[in-house]
């Protein structure tokens, strides 16, 4: 019973990760339409200079409470990346999604070789950081409690964004744009500011995500073109577009990936794609309809 | 293009082509069987994206099946001729096309796109991770095969990939390139142009959009896969990366770099690629940055691609009156 609660609560965990992506993705796409390849490359960004953060850190003594909240700065600091690569983004609005699609493909190949040039091409870890705040234990089970502060984090962003969306003002100018950008613009929204905002919103999350990853886990040159694939996975069974199935969709496939990984290895990531492919021929839409909110 | 036109230049690559190997060393001849089997493989490709308007971003699945149906055939069934293995492999890639095509082109663009993604991605994750049928990362042995029947043992392998094998593969892309420009010119390569620029309207003048797309789809797994088995062969080895998303981003970066309006811009893209690719992972480790940056250049300042830029080029120069 404790080792399947030990899975679940490691499920939990990386859905809390994919959930920041993935929203990310989901904010970028509703807003803009663009399926943003780059966000796992945020994620990585973000993974790797967390690292090296952590090694600061601990070189001058900072005190490991610090360590959680500076890994959540840094991540939104990585953020500031977001404006210059969505004005780059720019130049290719106005054509067909296939264009934006491998423009966002480009950005992966070239963070690739940013990653490799900064931090080198072997994968850098740190040493069971994850174990900085203790682990809580009950009979078998235990779970480190820097994994409930990020599952915790996790929830907060969700919360955060979807009031954010839902109640203010600005968030109505996204939902707004989202739903029709000529409109939007008609009444005057400056959707030039909007688009920057959104992308930039995207990528802290991805970034933020990838900082507080990085005690648990490596980061690696793949993990962006792994991470990406694996957030896709969760916005295509949530649905494109929504934040209600972006945390829906996390926690489906954090969970069939934990649970398969226990008893049916083969499967872990086939599992995942057979039901990507069950969601898009059954319910094209995700299991969460159209809309951002 | 007009006909002629497309002859001449066809004719001309290709005598260029052929004559590649008598200048530069068998190293460099080897290294050109790659842009054969890319090649081949986006004549398919463009047929799905150029000409039906439909962007799969899980292509390298059919590569793939090109790749593991050769090793398949001539590792564990003995197959020895490799006329037999293309052969096979282009129904058997055809054959998987048909359902999985059946469910993809319900849908275009995005949802097309993220379909045909993660079939490949379904694929990719069975070769991965059932290695004790597949070999997993390591993949599995191609073995040499004789081409036409032929042994051509007294050749090594460099020796034969830029001697024999290089003329065979350039006669099979001769071959791929005149049934491609047939199909893309008969009535069917009308129709799924016209289902490519107004599918209402095509649909409404009485073009069966689903059953032409499907088609599409069909023959362009088939292409794919006979890609597969000559990239396959090169190497020695079938191996899951070959189906990696990544892989069949280069081949959308491929026949954008050369121009998917265009009927051979796909082939230019491959030639360049491969070109390019090999130049620079000589010159840095960090290539990958270098061509990113390219294709970033190429999304944002050259839509048509290279064939599309030689044209708008030529046309000024040459400046003939309306």
Request: hydrophobic letters at 60%; aromatic letters at 14%; one cysteine or more.
């Amino acid at each position: 019973m404790s080792a399947f609660a030990n899975i679940l609560a490691g499920g939990v965990f990386h859905a809390a990760v994919l959930f920041l992506v993935a929203a990310g993705l989901q904010l970028v796409f509703g807003v803009q339409k663009i399926v943003n390849l780059a966000c796992g490359s945020f994620y990585a960004l973000g993974a790797y200079f967390g690292i090296t953060f952590i090694g600061y850190a601990s070189a001058y003594g900072v005190s490991p409470w610090l360590i959680l909240p500076g890994l959540i700065v840094s991540g939104i600091l990585l953020g500031f990346i977001g404006p210059p690569i969505e004005r780059v983004l720019r130049m290719v609005y106005g054509r067909d999604e296939s264009f934006q699609l491998l423009l966002t493909f480009a950005l992966v190949l070239m963070f690739q070789d940013v990653f490799r040039f900064i931090w080198g091409a072997n994968p850098r870890s740190l040493d069971s950081a994850y174990l900085i705040y203790g682990t809580i234990r009950a009979g078998d089970f235990s779970v480190p409690v820097y994994n409930l502060l990020v599952i915790a984090a996790a929830i907060a962003t969700a919360a955060g964004l979807g009031a954010f969306l839902a109640r203010t003002n600005y968030g109505r100018l996204l939902r707004a744009t989202a739903e029709n950008r000529a409109m939007a613009e008609a009444l005057g929204v400056n959707v030039r500011r909007v688009y920057s905002v959104v992308f930039t919103l995207g990528a802290v999350l991805g970034t933020t995500a990838g900082a507080l990853v990085v005690p648990t886990a490596a980061a690696s040159l793949d993990m962006a073109i792994e991470f990406v694939i694996e957030a896709f996975a969760v916005v295509v069974i949530g649905g494109l577009g929504s934040m209600r199935g972006a945390l829906i969709g996390a926690l489906a496939v954090g969970l069939i990936r934990a649970v398969s990984i226990v008893f049916f290895p083969e499967l872990e990531v086939l599992a995942i794609y057979v039901i990507v492919i069950a969601v898009l021929i059954f319910r094209p839409a995700g299991l969460f309809g159209r809309s951002l909110a | 293009m007009k006909a002629t036109q497309a002859a001449l230049f066809a004719v001309a690559g290709t005598g260029a082509l052929a004559l590649l190997p008598l200048a530069v060393p068998p190293f460099y001849a080897g290294l050109m069987i790659p842009f054969f089997g890319y090649a081949i493989a986006l004549l398919g490709f463009n047929l799905l994206f150029g000409y039906t308007g439909l962007l799969s971003f899980g292509h390298a699945m059919f590569l793939g099946f090109g790749a593991y149906g050769a090793a398949v055939m001539s590792g564990v069934l003995g197959v020895n001729s490799f006329e037999l293995v293309l052969l096979a492999v282009m129904v058997g890639s055809a054959a998987v096309a048909l359902p999985v095509g059946l469910l993809c082109v319900r849908y275009i663009g995005i949802f097309f796109g993220m379909l045909t993604l993660a079939f490949g991605m379904l694929f990719h994750s069975f070769l991965f991770k059932f290695y004790y049928v597949t070999g997993g990362d390591s993949g599995m042995r191609v073995a040499r095969m004789k081409i036409l029947g032929l042994e051509f043992s007294h050749y090594n392998k460099i020796e034969f990939l830029a001697g024999p094998f290089y003329y065979y593969c350039l006669a099979l892309l001769v071959v791929a390139g005149l049934v491609m420009w047939r199909v893309v010119h008969s009535p069917f390569g009308l129709h799924l142009r016209a289902i490519r620029d107004n599918a209402l309207k095509a649909e409404y003048l009485g073009v069966r959009v689903y059953r032409m797309r499907l088609a599409a789809f069909i023959i362009s797994a088939a292409f794919g896969a006979a890609g597969g088995a000559i990239l396959g062969f090169r190497v020695g080895l079938a191996d899951p990366e070959l189906v990696y998303w990544t892989q069949s981003g280069q081949l959308v970066f491929m026949a954008v770099l050369g121009g998917f309006a265009n009927f051979f811009g796909p082939i230019i893209g491959a030639l360049t690629f491969t070109i390019l690719q090999d130049q620079l992972q000589s010159l840095t480790q960090y290539w990958r940055f270098i061509l990113g940056a390219i294709l970033a250049l190429i999304v944002i300042g050259l839509p048509e691609g290279i064939a599309g830029f030689v044209r708008k080029m030529w046309r000024r120069l040459v400046r003939r009156p309306a």
